[in-house]
């Protein structure tokens, strides 16, 4: 299993932006609208597809890859704007489970049939 770390990451993208001289657009309303339609975009792939034909063995490789590519999107916008923002994506991420776990607790043995 690959394990991406976020730190590396936030500093190779702030890297990318400052060599293309990219800070002036990156700010957090642009890179909120970018993330957006970043998601748009994968949104879009599975926009006409039923339930069924949406998950990875119906896929085509195409598709696949398409989803990758937003995805890769995705996160790379959302690094930029934790890096702008100053916050710690890790610990932010970990809070939210904590928050999920609370709100939404394990619902063994419950049968929704």
């Not at 990451?9 to 060599?19: G, H, Q, S, V, Y």
């Not at 926009?47 to 949406?54: K, R, T, V």
């Not at 690094?79 to 063994?108: C, F, G, S, W």
Request: glycine fraction near 0%; aromatic fraction near 8%.
């Amino acid at each position: 299993m690959e394990i991406l770390d976020l730190s590396l990451l936030k500093l190779e993208l702030r890297e990318f932006a400052r060599a293309r001289a990219w800070e002036k657009f990156h700010n957090p309303k642009n890179l909120s609208m970018a993330l957006t339609c970043e998601s748009a975009e994968l949104l879009e792939i599975f926009q006409w597809l039923n339930e069924q034909d949406s998950y990875l063995d119906k896929l085509s490789p195409a598709q696949k890859e398409h989803a990758a590519q937003e995805l890769a999107d995705i996160l790379i916008y959302a690094t930029r704007m934790a890096d702008i923002l100053e916050i710690n994506l890790v610990t932010a991420i970990k809070d939210k489970i904590k928050l999920n776990a609370q709100k939404y607790p394990p619902t063994t043995g419950v049968n929704y049939d």
